[in-house]
């Protein structure tokens, strides 16, 4: 694997941003420490081959699908039935992903074995979220592993495979083996932030700019469970967002630019500073502050409250470190936005700019990545990003 590049730029703000308190409770494993359980915790199933560096990010990995789909005519949560013998009650068709793959229908539910597998230690879990593009092309996927009956995480000292359940909600979507949809977490213990921790680290550190400026302190909302109340921006854009069209072609999910964005979506325009959302449809928004992921700190974006709208947003919402920040000495503006994944439910809903929207949790690491969000990485980031869809679309 390639040299690390020198985070002392990193490491200095980690160190200046530090809650005084001991964050000793847990953390999240970087991108070493990973790499070091690749082999040992984190397995490949036979006929796999090796993780490579491109799955790495700066706290997670990239997940590859295995060689067979399986079309089944319902999702399930594991439990005590195997997955296997569910798999046989429910499956209706299978069919090959090597090659070229093969196109998963809108509308119908998958499920494949990942490559991977995890020997964990007793005092590791998992954890598991889309990746930014299986989100904004409106891909619905959940990790399950065997015997839990939870979705998207596992028990500590997990051993076993993974398996990951596939719908696509508005495109027909081709994929293939080695298709990257989901990422996995490591944690110990338990890594969210405190409320007053991460009050502290704003005081170092703001983590939200509108503008050139930051957000002051006294108006930010942080919540009880240590998150940041967000909102939607849909001022100053246009378009302010984008649906997706009913009835397209074929989006072939690992194909950077590959294609035309207008050939998926249709460009939205607020009216008077709101839109209104119809039941069913899907819908990428962006955020109106730019957020800051400190080096030392991950984060994921969560729904606020379910009760405050007919709507569902954040499909995809992991932020690795560094995601949105710069070294002091680094032009360009402070923070990204975060792309907004949103499905309104039974009725049309109207959402305004500046409408409360999600949160954002964040999560200590064990230490500074050897390599940032999009630090010396090869291929397409979010870094910039505004009102962006997914690589698979040109700009």
Not at 273 to 295: D, K, T
Request: contains cysteine.
């Amino acid at each position: 694997m390639p040299q690390a590049a020198n985070p002392s730029d990193p490491a200095a703000c980690a160190a200046r941003t530090q809650p005084a308190a001991a964050l000793s409770r847990g953390e999240l494993l970087v991108d070493r420490e990973l790499r070091a359980l690749c082999g040992t915790q984190i397995l490949c199933n036979n006929g796999a081959g090796p993780i490579g560096e491109r799955q790495l990010q700066a706290a997670s990995l990239d997940l590859r699908l295995g060689p067979t789909a399986y079309r089944i005519r319902a999702g399930f949560l594991p439990g005590a039935t195997p997955i296997e013998r569910r798999l046989e009650e429910l499956e209706a068709s299978r069919f090959s992903l090597e090659g070229a793959g093969a196109v998963l229908e809108r509308g119908l539910v998958y499920l494949v074995a990942l490559e991977e597998e995890l020997a964990l230690a007793p005092e590791l879990r998992a954890a598991f979220n889309p990746r930014s593009s299986t989100g904004r092309c409106d891909v619905f996927t959940r990790v399950l592993a065997a015997g839990h009956p939870r979705f998207n995480d596992t028990p500590a000292g997990y051993r076993g495979k993974l398996w990951i359940e596939i719908a696509p909600l508005s495109f027909p979507v081709r994929l293939a083996r080695g298709d990257r949809l989901a990422q996995l977490r490591i944690v110990r213990g338990e890594a969210a932030l405190t409320r007053d921790e991460l009050i502290e680290v704003y005081r170092g550190e703001p983590l939200c700019w509108r503008g050139e400026q930051p957000v002051p302190l006294h108006e930010v909302r942080f919540d009880d469970d240590g998150g940041i109340e967000l909102h939607l921006g849909l001022a100053g854009r246009d378009p302010c967002g984008w649906r997706a069209q009913s009835n397209t072609g074929v989006l072939r999910f690992a194909g950077e630019g590959e294609h035309e964005a207008r050939d998926f979506f249709e460009p939205l325009h607020a009216q008077a500073g709101h839109s209104i959302l119809a039941p069913g449809g899907f819908y990428i928004f962006a955020s109106r502050e730019r957020v800051v992921i400190p080096p030392q700190l991950a984060a994921e974006m969560l729904p606020v409250d379910v009760g405050i709208g007919e709507l569902r947003n954040n499909y995809a919402g992991f932020f690795d470190n560094g995601f949105g920040w710069r070294a002091a000495h680094e032009p360009g503006p402070r923070g990204t936005a975060a792309v907004l994944e949103v499905r309104a439910h039974d009725v049309p809903f109207l959402v305004e700019d500046g409408q409360v929207f999600f949160r954002l949790r964040y999560f200590r690491a064990s230490s500074v990545p050897e390599r940032i969000y999009a630090q010396g990485r090869s291929g397409g980031s979010y870094r910039d990003q505004d009102l962006c869809l997914a690589r698979a679309f040109r700009s």
